[in-house]
């Protein structure tokens, strides 16, 4: 009988090289990967259209334009599209990101050219009706008015405000104004432009036939040109200086802790090592801010940290909510386990606890072609090769206690960063 008093042996997990998929760029600039797999009855597709600048008012037009796009065309109202994809037990998605948009298809391979057929009267025959935008926008200010009661939501867009530059910048959260200037007037005029401009990426993925990729290369050929890619600058971020500001909420119940500093990008080569860091330090159940803020002191349900990955201005964020009377205490820990990991070698056990759970997350990301997909446009969008990637977990597989702590103390100083606090206000 095995004595279940003794934990089984735990072996490292071994980190394979990434499929690289079958890719063609086509002429008007489109990066097409395809990873077909007979074994898949699905089939994926997603675009992606990346924003170039950071301007607001142009980034807040086209994200509202591409929302639009399913509200209806000449042939068809918005009910009888949704009914349309419905019918072929497909779903077609818009969604919106800091950096870019993306429309995510996803139905059986037998009706891909179907959907694609769908698709193509949404791109070429969207008419923007005005009862469609007046719903959007009632919805979006209820949603605004729901999320205004949420200390969770008023320290991270305290946060943004306060990194970032509100009206021109990633800082952007919710403007009443904004919102009434536009006009379906505005989004005819937006989407006039962007028809003739490409998705950057587009990755298929699972039940992939010759004819429906000869379909989809036919719609890219209607294109000129792409949009381009946001890039990173190390002369983009101004100085921060450690800071404790407050987003008033007299009745809350709790408090919200929002904890931001910036971020070197992913393509940094300290990268790997700050992700490990940042897992150790609070980004799994048994980090080390949990074990003490959860775990020890029972003043929150879950504590994290991690980089948000801008591609102009990475930073990386502390968040909790906390219960509302522990505010002062609760940082003062945030920044003890953080000295800490600056000023004490973690140890071996740990490292590699640490290190097998971001191995398993590696590998329970991919376990079929569509996961593969989903790797490869992430690691597109950050302009970081396969190659690369293989290297960035090595990185993290042969990092050592002493490089641990020196990138500690390199870069994790929530000490010296932007504390935005919601709840009832107390000294701090």
């Known amino acids: 009988m095995p004595d279940r008093t003794i934990a089984p042996v735990c072996y490292p997990l071994t980190i394979p090289d990434l499929i690289a998929p079958q890719t063609e760029m086509m002429p008007c600039g489109t990066e097409l990967a395809i990873y077909a797999s007979d074994s898949q009855s699905l089939a994926s597709v997603e675009m992606i259209f990346p924003f170039s600048g950071l301007e607001t008012r142009k980034r807040q037009l086209e994200r509202f334009t591409f929302k639009m796009l399913l509200e209806g065309t000449v042939l068809h109202t918005a009910k009888q599209l949704a009914d349309a994809v419905s019918f072929l037990g497909a779903t077609v998605e818009v969604l919106h990101t800091p950096d870019y948009e993306s429309v995510q298809i996803s139905c059986l391979g037998r009706v891909l050219p179907g959907v694609l057929a ?74 006039s432009a962007l028809k003739k401009t490409g998705p950057a ?24 040109g792409i949009g381009s890619k946001a890039l990173w600058s190390p002369d983009a971020f101004p ?36 992700n490990l860091v940042l897992e150790i330090y609070g980004g799994y159940f048994g980090s080390r801010l949990m074990s003490n803020i959860r775990e020890d002191k029972g003043w929150t349900y879950g504590v994290f940290s991690h980089r948000v990955g801008n591609l102009m201005k990475p930073y990386w964020l502390i968040g909790a909510d906390i219960k509302g009377d522990v505010v002062k205490e609760a940082l003062a820990e945030i920044n003890k386990e953080a000295e800490i990991l600056r000023n004490e070698p973690v140890s071996e056990e740990e490292l590699d606890l640490v290190k097998n759970y971001m191995a398993g997350q590696f590998l329970s990301s991919i376990p079929h072609c569509f996961g593969l997909a989903d790797r490869y446009k992430s690691l597109w969008i950050y302009g970081i090769s396969l190659a690369q990637s293989t290297e960035n977990l090595r990185r993290i597989q042969e990092a050592g206690p002493a490089e641990v702590q020196e990138i500690a103390a390199k870069y994790l ?16």
């Open 239 to 274: 100085e921060i200086t450690g800071q404790a500001i407050w987003s008033e909420k007299a009745d809350a119940q709790q408090a919200s802790l929002r904890i931001g500093q910036w971020s070197i990008p992913k393509t940094h080569p300290d990268s790997p090592v700050w």
């Open 118 to 191: 769908i698709w193509k009267e949404i791109w070429e025959n969207s008419i923007f009706p005005e009862k469609e935008w007046k719903t959007i926008q009632e919805t979006t200010r209820q949603q605004n008015a729901i999320n205004l009661q949420k200390t969770s939501y008023l320290a991270g867009s305290l946060l943004k405000e306060t990194l970032y530059t509100a009206k021109a910048d990633y800082g952007y959260s919710f403007d009443t104004e904004l919102l009434d200037s536009f006009s379906t007037d505005d989004f005819k005029a937006c989407f």
């Open 413 to 428: 100083w929530p000490e010296k960063s932007v504390a935005a606090i919601s709840g009832i206000r107390q000294p701090v």
């Open 201 to 224: 990426l587009l990755v298929m993925a699972g039940k992939i036939s010759s004819d429906s990729i000869a379909l989809w290369k036919e719609w890219l050929h209607g294109f000129s």
